[in-house]
């Protein structure tokens, strides 16, 4: 892979977190209850707490990502290092999934009647149908590169 498409990798990547991370910040102060509030109380709230908390899943997949086109980078694709880091980003994603069910079940089990869900559970479902999209498109894509890991060794060791 050429250096400059790995470089563009590398700067949508760190795009993609800076832009997550406005997000988190800065979605909490427009949301709609927290309108009237005062910046502590916003912080504090346990859904948003919580929001906080299941990031840290899909920033730790960003910074893996990040360091599987480093291993790319330095002609290290077809390592145990690389299958290693393939499968802790399925493993975020599929946290991610799981965290993000949580949130929507306790929003349809928790919610004021008053309050109209479905926007919020729609956008649950879609993001949970990516997350197991990408888990699973990792799974096939660690067990052929731990194929080619394995191929890569018999003919290492026959030579």
Avoid at 113 to 134: W, Y
């Amino acid at each position: 892979m050429k250096r400059a498409s790995i470089l563009f990798l590398r700067a949508v990547i760190v795009l993609i977190g800076m832009v997550a991370l406005f997000i988190l910040i800065r979605f909490p102060l427009t949301e709609g209850r927290a309108v009237n509030l005062d910046l502590f109380s916003i912080y504090l709230d346990p859904f948003i707490l919580y929001g906080y908390v299941s990031s840290i899943a899909f920033f730790v997949a960003l910074y893996k990502a990040f360091k599987l086109l480093g291993n790319i980078a330095q002609d290290k694709l077809f390592t145990l290092n690389s299958i290693r880091t393939l499968r802790s980003i399925k493993y975020c994603a599929i946290l991610l999934s799981i965290l993000i069910l949580i949130a929507g079940l306790s929003i349809v089990i928790f919610h004021n009647p008053e309050d109209d869900a479905a926007g919020f559970l729609s956008m649950c479902i879609i993001t949970i149908f990516i997350s197991i999209t990408v888990a699973i498109a990792l799974a096939v894509l660690e067990k052929i590169l731990r194929n080619a890991v394995d191929m890569k060794s018999e003919n290492d060791l026959t030579i």
